[in-house]
């Protein structure tokens, strides 16, 4: 096992998690099996009890764990399952010590932070990178191991004591440390200063850590003289200084990494160079590219409680994008903080209220995200009832579906006080309750969390057909209350449908509105399942059904499934052939019509789009009118994959 530490210096926020996610991607491109680690060094077990407004999402794992909202970076990056254990925390690790303190298996030696702490640690290191993440056999070739904070805290100082000790324990060849910094360009003189960085370094150095690569924040590329001076002061060859200027979106990140060689310095530090290969990334920089061609416009409006900060909703964002990307459109997302719909501002504040309708009116669809506490539920609700009233595409989830219930059985049922039971414990028609999977009686831990199965009731329904007509799907739940069985059968009679339930049939996982263009509720979060190239089906639902292609995108759905592209993208690594077909065939659906799916070979050429049917006995070559060129050119200039 290799490892790659990414560290930070001079300022928090560099972006050193999409940094070391970049690193991972790049390592796998490469043909290298990666998994990562994220240390936190606070001091609260997990992210769980942590608010999303002060901290960005908690991000949920298959296993259940409660993380940080980086390992979701890594999951999307490198399309990997981590563990909950693949989020250290300081709690977590002194949990583990104190833990062993008490069972007596320090044989009555005084507990220190060195060398027990930090021995916990390099042993927990050791352990979580052995375990499997992308579903092969056997352990990873890299494990990046990203130590948030900055060089410095108190807080990190035994992470900094324990990494010192495992890069000697490891060894020179099998440890490569990658310092992320900061070179800020001073306004007056516009020089690029390199002063903070050499700092930094020497507080590294100061700690028994020596880089073996800079990556330097900047806003424009950095001067040579400046990469001489650095490699002066720094110790680190001109070579393995890579800058990471700003760029027009994270995807061009990996693509910054290998334009400036960053794998072959990271390669060398690992004796990796014979076994690697080149960075394959065809299929990642037409995405990167197409993204920042992308000019017709689809508006979302995200209805939520903290919409102060975006990291709250990162993966429900960074969902929306993949599938606004994978349909061609650019993403809008217009946040409408569900309180300002509400009457009471109305009063309070007009001009707030108006502007928060006008958004909402002006949206193509509306999200409806997760949330805990009913404050802004009743704004929530009047968004909820103005999507399904007006046939605005509406996708509800966790906290939304129950919305969604709630809003239905008042509106539809006649029933005034419907409501959940966390907001309201005596209402008379309990339409969404708490129903814990343990113990009634034990409310610690009582939150359903992880992955848990929905097995599609029928067939006939859009979410079925966007999960490509499947009978059950897997994915990851973070809530305690549910929409109550005893009011499903009157629910139903008025016109909804739970379209998916768990096992027993007792737990209402999806619910949709057949009679909407696509008003569809979710227990589950789809959210933390969707990767760039691969978009979760039910987003991909809601920005199709936005933009009007609802239809094409069902009859597509089944089509890839057909032509066997279901495992596309970076999943399949190197070995794997990575399509962009299902994007062709998303915004040319009329000439893949006339094939009806029997095609061979799509390509393309300088003449245009080369559709081939062996079958068939045929090859069509299709012009690409400037219109659709626009926003696709480069994309299809990178086409180059043959079914
Ligand atoms: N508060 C709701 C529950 O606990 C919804 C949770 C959520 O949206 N994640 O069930």
Same mark, same amino acid.
């Given at each position: 096992?290799?490892?790659?530490?990414?560290?930070?210096?001079?300022?928090?926020?560099?972006?050193?998690?999409?940094?070391?996610?970049?690193?991972?991607?790049?390592?796998?491109?490469?043909?290298?099996?990666?998994?990562?680690?994220?240390?936190?060094?606070?001091?609260?077990?997990? *992210? !769980?009890?942590?608010?999303?407004?002060?901290?960005?999402? #908690?991000? @949920? &794992?298959?296993?259940? =764990? /409660?993380?940080?909202?980086?390992?979701?970076?890594?999951?999307?990056?490198?399309?990997?399952?981590?563990?909950?254990?693949?989020?250290?925390?300081?709690?977590?690790?002194?949990?583990?010590?104190?833990?062993?303190?008490?069972?007596?298996?320090?044989?009555?030696?005084?507990?220190?932070?060195?060398?027990?702490?930090?021995?916990?640690?390099?042993?927990?290191?050791?352990?979580?990178?052995?375990?499997?993440?992308?579903?092969?056999?056997?352990?990873?070739?890299?494990?990046?191991?990203?130590?948030?904070?900055?060089?410095?805290?108190?807080?990190?100082?035994?992470?900094?004591?324990?990494?010192?000790?495992?890069?000697?324990?490891?060894? *020179? !060849?099998?440890?490569?440390?990658?310092?992320?910094?900061? #070179?800020? @360009? &001073?306004?007056?003189? =516009? /020089?690029?200063?390199?002063?903070?960085?050499?700092?930094?370094?020497?507080?590294?150095?100061?700690?028994?850590?020596?880089?073996?690569?800079?990556?330097?924040?900047?806003?424009?590329?950095?001067?040579?003289?400046?990469?001489?001076?650095?490699?002066?002061?720094?110790?680190?060859?001109?070579?393995?200084?890579?800058?990471?200027?700003?760029?027009?979106?994270?995807?061009?990140?990996?693509?910054?990494?290998?334009?400036?060689?960053?794998?072959?310095?990271?390669?060398?530090?690992?004796?990796?160079?014979?076994?690697?290969?080149?960075?394959?990334?065809?299929?990642?920089?037409?995405?990167?590219?197409?993204?920042?061609?992308?000019?017709?416009?689809?508006?979302?409006?995200?209805?939520?409680?903290?919409?102060?900060?975006?990291?709250?909703?990162?993966?429900?964002?960074?969902?929306?994008?993949?599938?606004?990307?994978?349909?061609?459109?650019?993403?809008?997302?217009?946040?409408?903080?569900?309180?300002?719909?509400?009457?009471?501002?109305?009063?309070?504040?007009?001009?707030?209220?108006?502007?928060?309708?006008?958004?909402?009116?002006?949206?193509?669809?509306?999200?409806?995200?997760?949330?805990?506490?009913?404050?802004?539920?009743?704004?929530?609700?009047?968004?909820?009832?103005?999507?399904?009233?007006?046939?605005?595409?509406?996708?509800?989830?966790?906290?939304?579906?129950?919305?969604?219930?709630?809003?239905?059985?008042?509106?539809?049922?006649?029933?005034?006080?419907?409501?959940?039971?966390?907001?309201?414990?005596?209402?008379?028609?309990?339409?969404?309750?708490?129903?814990?999977?343990?113990?009634?009686?034990?409310?610690?831990?009582?939150?359903?969390?992880?992955?848990?199965?929905?097995?599609?009731?029928?067939?006939?329904?859009?979410?079925?057909?966007?999960?490509?007509?499947?009978?059950?799907?897997?994915?990851?739940?973070?809530?305690?209350?549910?929409?109550?069985?005893?009011?499903?059968?009157?629910?139903?009679?008025?016109?909804?449908?739970?379209?998916?339930?768990?096992?027993?049939?007792?737990?209402?996982?999806?619910?949709?509105?057949?009679?909407?263009?696509?008003?569809?509720?979710?227990?589950?979060?789809?959210?933390?399942?969707?990767?760039?190239?691969?978009?979760?089906?039910?987003?991909?639902?809601?920005?199709?059904?936005?933009?009007?292609?609802?239809?094409?995108?069902?009859?597509?759905?089944?089509?890839?499934?057909?032509?066997?592209?279901?495992?596309?993208?970076?999943?399949?690594?190197?070995?794997?052939?990575?399509?962009?077909?299902?994007?062709?065939?998303?915004?040319?659906?009329?000439?893949?019509?006339?094939?009806?799916?029997?095609?061979?070979?799509?390509?393309?050429?300088?003449?245009?789009?080369?559709?081939?049917?062996?079958?068939?006995?045929?090859?069509?070559?299709?012009?690409?009118?400037?219109?659709?060129?626009?926003?696709?050119?480069?994309?299809?200039?990178?086409?180059?994959?043959?079914?």
């Amino acid at each position: 096992m290799k490892y790659v530490l990414v560290t930070g210096g001079v300022v928090s926020g560099l972006g050193k998690g999409v940094t070391a996610s970049s690193i991972g991607l790049i390592l796998k491109a490469c043909g290298l099996r990666v998994t990562s680690i994220k240390i936190d060094p606070y001091l609260n077990t997990d *992210a !769980g009890t942590m608010s999303p407004f002060e901290h960005g999402e #908690v991000y @949920v &794992l298959d296993d259940g =764990g /409660e993380v940080d909202l980086d390992l979701g970076n890594y999951e999307r990056f490198l399309d990997i399952k981590l563990t909950r254990d693949n989020n250290i925390t300081t709690g977590k690790i002194y949990q583990s010590v104190i833990d062993k303190e008490r069972r007596g298996d320090y044989l009555g030696k005084t507990v220190q932070v060195v060398p027990h702490i930090t021995d916990a640690i390099q042993e927990w290191v050791e352990r979580v990178a052995k375990i499997p993440v992308d579903g092969e056999e056997g352990p990873a070739d890299v494990c990046v191991i990203e130590l948030g904070g900055t060089i410095g805290d108190i807080e990190s100082m035994p992470f900094i004591e324990a990494l010192g000790q495992f890069s000697y324990r490891v060894g *020179a !060849g099998n440890f490569c440390l990658i310092h992320v910094s900061l #070179v800020p @360009v &001073l306004s007056v003189v =516009g /020089e690029q200063k390199t002063k903070p960085t050499q700092h930094s370094v020497r507080g590294l150095r100061g700690l028994g850590l020596a880089p073996n690569i800079l990556a330097c924040r900047s806003t424009t590329a950095l001067d040579e003289n400046v990469k001489a001076k650095l490699s002066q002061f720094c110790h680190v060859s001109a070579e393995n200084i890579i800058t990471l200027y700003d760029v027009s979106n994270i995807w061009h990140i990996p693509l910054l990494l290998r334009d400036q060689k960053a794998h072959e310095a990271i390669l060398k530090v690992l004796n990796l160079l014979s076994v690697a290969g080149e960075p394959c990334l065809e299929e990642w920089t037409s995405r990167a590219e197409l993204y920042d061609m992308l000019h017709e416009r689809v508006r979302i409006a995200m209805v939520g409680k903290y919409t102060g900060l975006s990291d709250s909703y990162l993966s429900v964002i960074k969902a929306l994008l993949h599938a606004s990307v994978a349909q061609g459109k650019k993403l809008i997302v217009d946040w409408v903080p569900a309180c300002d719909l509400e009457p009471e501002t109305a009063k309070e504040n007009p001009d707030v209220y108006n502007a928060a309708w006008n958004l909402l009116k002006a949206a193509d669809g509306v999200l409806v995200p997760g949330g805990f506490g009913d404050r802004g539920v009743q704004g929530k609700i009047l968004a909820t009832k103005y999507a399904r009233e007006n046939r605005i595409p509406f996708l509800g989830i966790c906290l939304g579906m129950q919305i969604a219930v709630i809003e239905f059985a008042r509106s539809v049922l006649g029933l005034k006080d419907a409501n959940s039971t966390e907001f309201d414990p005596n209402t008379k028609n309990p339409c969404v309750i708490f129903m814990p999977e343990g113990s009634t009686t034990h409310m610690g831990g009582t939150m359903r969390l992880g992955s848990r199965r929905t097995y599609f009731q029928v067939m006939d329904c859009k979410s079925a057909k966007l999960y490509g007509n499947r009978s059950f799907i897997d994915e990851r739940h973070r809530h305690r209350y549910e929409v109550n069985p005893n009011m499903v059968m009157h629910l139903e009679n008025s016109g909804l449908s739970f379209t998916g339930k768990d096992a027993s049939g007792q737990r209402m996982e999806i619910v949709e509105l057949p009679n909407h263009p696509y008003f569809v509720g979710v227990q589950f979060h789809p959210e933390f399942k969707s990767r760039p190239g691969k978009p979760s089906a039910l987003f991909l639902g809601l920005i199709a059904a936005a933009c009007g292609q609802l239809d094409s995108v069902l009859k597509e759905d089944r089509f890839s499934q057909k032509i066997g592209t279901g495992k596309g993208g970076m999943s399949n690594g190197l070995k794997g052939r990575p399509s962009l077909v299902p994007f062709y065939y998303r915004v040319f659906p009329t000439w893949f019509a006339e094939y009806q799916g029997h095609y061979d070979a799509v390509q393309s050429s300088e003449y245009g789009l080369v559709i081939g049917s062996l079958s068939k006995g045929l090859v069509h070559t299709r012009k690409l009118d400037s219109e659709l060129l626009y926003g696709t050119a480069s994309c299809i200039l990178q086409l180059r994959y043959k079914l």
